[in-house]
Structures are given as structure tokens and as C-alpha cells.
């Protein structure tokens, strides 16, 4: 079993789905007690949102470069940036170490592929709906169209995360918003949506609605426990 690096704490409300799941993947894999190896550095996310908002994205790519090599020193096999708008900084992240990253859009542009998805919607803060490094991943990697919602349905989806989702308040109200934002995308085409948030499936479940959905913490998550178990 190779042991996985996470980064986590951007929020560590979704971090800990990521510790769930990777563990409750490996025993369903391995049967018995078996448990993932894994080693995390958790950072302090209030000096990142702020280096977010004031568009100081080399400081937060120092931040993570330092956890990640914290990770390598542990013995992490390979690594995971437990957030979706982080990866604006992933190649920086990636080159100060030896170790692989396991990049979050890579692992759902995948899962999409496999399901022959050819437009899907995408939901998750607004830099990672407003900017080019996550959707033209997917676009250029695996020829799927991103769709973002207009421009307020982003404002509203980036605020309930960072106001709400971030600090564990989950509201039934929120919920609504997100789901007509989901409906207004489906009109557009989209076969399917990226929670690409990590604390977005915190809020919205499969259960709340028909239009697929791809938890790209769920789908990150499994594909570093295939990873680890080859």
C-alpha cells in the first residue's frame, strides 16, 4: 500500500470527508482493519482566503509548496490538494517536490469521460468558475464543455461556500439556491454538474435532485485509494 499526502484544511470541514472516505474505501478494499496509510499537513486557511481575495496567489503557492514537501519528508508516495480553487497553483505546488500530485480535475475529468459526458455544469468558488485553470482542463484534457452559471448564480454559490459551507452551516434556503442554479444550468444543456468544491456536497446530494452530480471530493478521494492499492 503506498501512502497518501493530503493537504488539507481549505476547510477542514471537507478535509475530513477526504479521511473518511479514503479510509472507509481501503477497508471495503482490504476487508478486516485494514486502514489507509496517510500523511496530512492541515494548514490554517484564514491568511489563504485572504491571500485568495487579494489575488496574492504566489503566497498561497508558498504555503502549499511547504506542506507538500512536509508530506514528502513524511514519506508520502504521492499527494492531494483537498480543495478544487487551490489547483490555480498546482503546477507551482507540484515542481517544489519529487512526488507526484494526484490533480483533482484530472481524477474527475476521468470519471466524466468514462460516463461520456460531452457538457457538464460547474459549480465551486468563483475563482475556479470565473478563471481559466480548472475549466479548461477538463475542456483541453478530456473535451468536455464547462458551463458556469451567470453572474449571479456565481456570486451567490461562491458566498454561501465561503460565508457558510467553510464554517460547517448547512441551510435548507442555501440548498434552494443551489439547486435552481443546477436547474438553470440543465436548460443550458448540461448533461451534468461538478461540485467542484469540496464543501459543496456537504449542502447538495444526489437525493436532492436528478440532474447528475459529480462530488469531485468523493471522486478524488477514490481514485487516491486505486492509486494507493496498485
Given at each position: 500500500?503506498?501512502?497518501?499526502?493530503l493537504?488539507?484544511?481549505?476547510?477542514?470541514?471537507?478535509?475530513?470527508?477526504?479521511?473518511?472516505?479514503?479510509?472507509?474505501?481501503?477497508?471495503?478494499?482490504?476487508?478486516?482493519?485494514?486502514?489507509?496509510?496517510?500523511?496530512?499537513?492541515?494548514?490554517?486557511?484564514?491568511?489563504?482566503?485572504?491571500?485568495?481575495?487579494?489575488?496574492?496567489?504566489?503566497?498561497?503557492?508558498?504555503?502549499?509548496?511547504?506542506?507538500?514537501?512536509?508530506?514528502?519528508?513524511?514519506?508520502?508516495?504521492?499527494?492531494l490538494?483537498?480543495?478544487?480553487?487551490?489547483?490555480?497553483?498546482?503546477?507551482?505546488?507540484?515542481?517544489?517536490?519529487?512526488?507526484?500530485?494526484?490533480h483533482?480535475?484530472?481524477?474527475?475529468?476521468?470519471?466524466?469521460?468514462?460516463?461520456?459526458?460531452?457538457?457538464?455544469?460547474?459549480?465551486?468558488?468563483?475563482?475556479?468558475?470565473?478563471?481559466?485553470?480548472?475549466?479548461?482542463?477538463?475542456?483541453?484534457?478530456?473535451?468536455?464543455?464547462?458551463?458556469?452559471?451567470?453572474?449571479?448564480?456565481?456570486?451567490?454559490?461562491?458566498?454561501?461556500?465561503?460565508?457558510q459551507?467553510?464554517?460547517?452551516?448547512?441551510?435548507?434556503?442555501?440548498?434552494?439556491?443551489?439547486?435552481?442554479?443546477?436547474?438553470?444550468?440543465?436548460?443550458?444543456?448540461?448533461?451534468?454538474?461538478?461540485?467542484?468544491?469540496?464543501?459543496?456536497?456537504?449542502?447538495?446530494?444526489?437525493?436532492?435532485?436528478?440532474?447528475?452530480?459529480?462530488?469531485?471530493?468523493e471522486?478524488?478521494?477514490?481514485?487516491a485509494?486505486?492509486?494507493?492499492?496498485?
Amino acid at each position: 500500500m503506498k501512502t497518501i499526502g493530503l493537504i488539507g484544511g481549505m476547510s477542514w470541514e471537507s478535509t475530513q470527508f477526504y479521511y473518511q472516505q479514503i479510509n472507509r474505501a481501503v477497508r471495503a478494499g482490504l476487508g478486516g482493519l485494514h486502514s489507509a496509510k496517510i500523511a496530512m499537513v492541515s494548514v490554517d486557511f484564514a491568511p489563504i482566503e485572504e491571500f485568495q481575495h487579494a489575488g496574492n496567489w504566489p503566497a498561497t503557492a508558498e504555503i502549499l509548496s511547504a506542506a507538500a514537501q512536509s508530506l514528502e519528508a513524511a514519506g508520502a508516495d504521492f499527494f492531494l490538494i483537498c480543495t478544487n480553487t487551490m489547483h490555480k497553483v498546482a503546477d507551482s505546488v507540484a515542481s517544489s517536490v519529487s512526488i507526484p500530485l494526484l490533480h483533482i480535475a484530472d481524477a474527475s475529468g476521468r470519471v466524466l469521460q468514462e460516463d461520456g459526458i460531452e457538457r457538464v455544469g460547474l459549480l465551486g468558488t468563483g475563482f475556479t468558475m470565473e478563471q481559466s485553470f480548472y475549466k479548461d482542463h477538463i475542456s483541453d484534457n478530456f473535451g468536455i464543455e464547462v458551463v458556469v452559471p451567470d453572474t449571479e448564480g456565481r456570486s451567490r454559490v461562491h458566498d454561501i461556500i465561503y460565508q457558510q459551507l467553510c464554517l460547517g452551516d448547512i441551510r435548507d434556503e442555501s440548498r434552494a439556491i443551489y439547486l435552481n442554479v443546477i436547474d438553470q444550468l440543465r436548460e443550458q444543456g448540461c448533461e451534468a454538474i461538478i461540485l467542484g468544491c469540496t464543501e459543496i456536497g456537504m449542502l447538495v446530494k444526489q437525493t436532492d435532485t436528478d440532474v447528475k452530480l459529480y462530488d469531485t471530493t468523493e471522486i478524488h478521494a477514490i481514485e487516491a485509494v486505486n492509486l494507493s492499492l496498485e
